[in-house]
């Protein structure tokens, strides 16, 4: 029999229009397509529930957030995962090694590997890339409510926020050992990069049962180009102003409550969060320089 492939399409992720997927799928896929478009938050979670046990590879089209709904539903399950990358930043799928060109995406899912990856919890919600609390989760707050999406909207966004925001202190448990600091962000990273290829934690590995804790502590504005540097020649972990510590378990203390992203997308949370990994719990079609 031949397989059959569900692809669930955001129409909004990136500010990018989707109207030519489904003919570049019928185009380059070898297997039987059923194709989704959601029209809302959850949508794609729902979509993906409902269709496990019918599909032999569901797939999600957008970025880390719509991977994030998707994926939610897949947890635990032997659905497989496939990912065309669509959205903004693209953190996971980059880290994946899959392409960011749609049609040479379509076509590897014929062929690709399957790979088993950790995913993780926030107060029992689940990511797959990256979760935190600080500056970034202040951006993704921002960058939702804005009517344009995209890379260079991040951007511009960082820089205008950035002037005006405070770090905060976090108290931080992780794996029975406990940390105080003052931060800027913290970032919890299940891949190494938050997308776009800016990796916060250069040596994380989405299969070793760890969270890389990555704590940006208060800098001077005019080293905040040292860091983006840093980032995307992937020596965060040669900065005096970033600490990196992994763990399995990781409970965080704040004074207030506030928001969090979880792979990007905003929510606010309470005075405290667990954190917890999940080994080897999604099964996803990776790229050929995956390791």
Known sequence: MKRKALFIINPISGGKKKDGVPQLIGKYLDVEATIVFTHGVSHASEVAASAINNYDLIVAVGGDGTVNEVASALVGSNAVLGIIPCGSGNGLARFLGISMDMQQAIKHLNTGRIATIDSAQANGKPFFNMAGMGFDAHISEVFAHGKKRGFITYIKSS?????????????????????????????????????????????????????????????????????????????????????????????????????????????????????NVLPGSLKVIVGNSFK
């Open 159 to 275: 820089l205008q926020e950035i002037l005006k925001y405070r770090p905060q202190t976090y108290h931080l448990e992780i794996d029975g050992i406990k940390h105080s600091y003052k931060a800027f962000m913290l970032s919890f990273a299940n891949s190494s990069q938050y997308g776009n290829n800016a990796h916060i934690s250069p040596q994380a590995s989405v299969q070793d049962g760890l969270i890389d804790v990555c704590i940006i502590k208060p800098f001077p504005l005019y080293r905040f180009p040292e860091l983006g540097i840093r980032m995307f020649t992937k020596t965060t972990s040669g900065s005096k102003f970033v600490e990196i510590i992994k763990g399995r378990h990781i409970i965080i203390k704040r004074d207030t409550p506030g928001p969090m992203h979880l792979d990007g997308e905003p929510e606010i949370t309470g005075n405290e969060v667990e954190i």
